[in-house]
């Protein structure tokens, strides 16, 4: 079972009209799903929906630091927020995991999970602490550090993970994609 997560502002829609076509002819036997994020985003157009996993009352971190600074409380107020919105969507999706692993009889060990961008995050999480098959996450986790993820995740985890992202990417460097052993579906 592979289940794609997409990223903020895109929509399940428009995240399998890109991807799911091409997995599903390279790996035939593999159930694919995309659930949809369950809020629209403040920037959703009728003609084209986007949706949000983790909705907050406060602005997005990213934007509590380019209007007030790092060290501003109104930014310090919407990473505690994030964070705590960020554990409730993992703990919603891990329990939206559970029925659509039961309905197809299969374990955490038969799940890869896909993030794309803020879809990587969820992935992340709820990945590494249900000790699924595999995680792969492309691009995302910009604010990784200062949401102190590491806090977030299982101090263990048998999760294997593959990160990708593009070859000019600040974020995730090259010699980080060098890994001695790849994600194998």
């Not at 909705?55 to 509590?64: I, K, V």
Request: with cysteine.
């Amino acid at each position: 079972m592979i289940v794609l997560l997409h990223g903020l502002d895109d929509s399940a829609k428009d995240c399998s009209r890109g991807v799911v076509a091409s997995w599903c002819r390279a790996l035939p036997d593999a159930l694919v799903a995309v659930p949809q994020a369950p809020h629209k985003t403040e920037w959703s157009d009728p003609s084209r929906p986007g949706f949000d996993w983790v909705p907050t009352e406060c602005p997005p971190p990213w934007d509590t630091f380019s209007q007030h600074g790092r060290r501003s409380k109104q930014h310090k107020a919407s990473l505690k927020e994030y964070r705590r919105t960020l554990n409730v969507c993992c703990r919603d999706l891990s329990s939206w995991l559970d029925a659509l692993l039961c309905k197809h009889g299969l374990t955490n060990r038969d799940l890869v999970l896909v993030g794309f961008s803020l879809g990587a995050y969820l992935s992340a999480i709820v990945g590494a602490r249900r000790n699924v098959g595999g995680v792969i996450v492309c691009g995302g986790l910009a604010s990784i550090q200062e949401l102190r993820f590491r806090e977030l995740m299982p101090k263990k985890s048998r999760a294997r993970f593959c990160a990708v992202n593009g070859t000019r990417d600040s974020l995730v460097h090259r010699r980080s994609a060098e890994t001695p052993e790849p994600l194998q579906l």
